[in-house]
């Protein structure tokens, strides 16, 4: 019987551990998951997404035949023949043919995307961030600025404190609150010999 429990209060203690594990993980999933971080970076997937097809239908339907028109067809459709004969018999390509107004297309879609993210959404977030860096860094000096002040306030009265007590016959300590049994206010007995 004995062997027994305690083969049965260990299954139910590594049973407590996996349970306890399980709920660590799926709280720490849930703290990641509530983070403001992964939120931000979903709306940006989805937004840039949405801007990556945009960007995709100006390459495609403006850019591609404009550049396209300084040549004799449209910029996707440039090619070269490595071997050939680079001609479509029933519906495959003979030969072998590099398609480089492709990629040309797929680089500009690049750096108009770039382009566009750097000076629409990168360089205006960093302008802000500079001034809000700047507008903490100004607040930190006047902070500063005020605990210089009431710390000067603070000796300026002590100056003038020890200044109106005049020079005091027994040492005193600046300072520490002690002083002789012959300053002024202090009660010390004077002892007679």
């Known amino acids: 019987m004995a062997p027994h429990a305690a083969v049965h209060a260990a299954s ?13 993980l799926l709280g720490g999933f849930k703290a990641f998951l509530m983070r403001g971080n992964v939120i931000d ?18 390459v495609k339907g403006i850019i591609n035949p404009v550049v ?30 590099l ?13 108009i995307t770039a382009a566009v993210v750097y000076f629409l959404m990168v360089l205006p977030m960093a302008k802000v961030l500079a001034k809000r ?37 027994n040492n005193t300590t600046p300072g520490s609150g002690v002083t002789g049994s012959g300053t002024a206010g202090g009660t010390g007995a004077h002892s007679t010999s």
Not at 12 to 24: L, N, R
Not at 74 to 97: A, F, H, N, R, T
Request: glycine share 8%; net charge negative.
């Open 68 to 97: 396209g028109a300084f040549g004799t067809k449209d910029l996707e459709s440039y090619s070269s023949c490595l071997k050939s004969p680079c001609v479509v018999v029933d519906g495959e390509m003979q030969g072998i043919q």
């Open 12 to 24: 139910h203690a590594t049973k407590g551990t996996s349970v306890a594990k399980k709920e660590s």
């Open 99 to 111: 398609q480089w107004g492709l990629v040309l297309s797929a680089v500009l879609s690049f750096l």
């Open 41 to 58: 970076l979903a709306v940006a997937v989805v937004i840039g997404a949405a801007f990556t097809n945009i960007v995709n239908s100006v």
């Open 133 to 169: 860096a700047a507008h903490e860094k100004a607040k930190e000096g006047v902070a500063e600025t005020m605990e210089i002040s009431e710390l000067e306030v603070l000796k300026e009265i002590r100056d003038h404190l020890v200044a109106q007590r005049g020079p005091s016959v």
